[in-house]
């Protein structure tokens, strides 16, 4: 992680070097720009290593967002059908999908840039917040097990740059932002109604039922199994 981070941050010095400010602002790919400034005739290096970054960027994001869904279920935060993994591959399968359905509904809008501020901003917003918990759990219960444990000055770093990541954009983009997080408080009575209400009516339970079952049969998944 501190590897990419840096690698990142010599890249954007590269490109300020290299290219002056108005050339940066009037580029529809600033990689490319630079490519072509310094590569000459082996500038569609730069187009195909963008691709291949992208490639297993998205490879990698599709491998984590799933199982967060699929972890969420787990704990009773979703609908249990998310929880269940493939009975050949053990991969979340239910999981997968839901993410290409959600996949397909982001590409459903033309806005692509709001869009991209929309999930930068919440995501970042939600970063900072289990940062800070990790910190306030450190320092309530400092004596609670932990599988990893760093020194305090590398989540600190960390906060204060989400920090800025969060506080940053209510002034660049103040709607996006706004919306972002009215998206975001949306998610509070579906919370409500999905988790704390406990005593559901069975017409909802029995619909959740059949909707289990058949995610089952379609994708072959089943439970995964508990070794205590």
Not at 52 to 81: K, M
Not at 152 to 180: A, D, H, K, Q, R
Request: with cysteine; net charge positive; aromatic share 14%.
């Amino acid at each position: 992680m501190v590897v990419r981070r840096v690698i990142y941050v010599l890249a954007n010095v590269a490109y300020f070097t290299v290219l002056t400010p108005d050339e940066i602002l009037s580029s529809n790919a600033v990689a490319v720009t630079f490519g072509e400034r310094i590569l000459g005739v082996m500038s569609w290096i730069m187009p195909f290593s963008v691709a291949l970054s992208t490639f297993g960027g998205l490879n990698g994001n599709i491998f984590a967002s799933a199982r967060l869904f699929f972890v969420g279920a787990r704990e009773g935060h979703l609908p249990n059908f998310l929880s269940m993994i493939n009975l050949n591959y053990l991969t979340p399968a239910p999981s997968l999908v839901f993410l290409c359905i959600l996949s397909l509904a982001y590409l459903s809008t033309t806005e692509v840039y709001v869009l991209i501020n929309y999930t930068a901003f919440v995501e970042a917003l939600f970063v900072t917040l289990s940062v800070a918990g990790l910190l306030w759990l450190r320092y309530k219960q400092p004596d609670l097990e932990r599988p990893i444990k760093v020194n305090l000055i590398l989540p600190v770093t960390f906060l204060v740059v989400c920090g800025f990541l969060v506080t940053f954009p209510f002034y660049v983009s103040p709607w996006e932002t706004g919306m972002g997080i009215a998206i975001t408080i949306t998610g509070i009575p579906v919370y409500m109604v999905t988790i704390y209400w406990r005593d559901k009516p069975k017409l909802y339970k029995r619909a959740i039922g059949k909707l289990t079952s058949l995610v089952q049969k379609v994708l072959l998944s089943v439970p995964e199994e508990k070794r205590d």
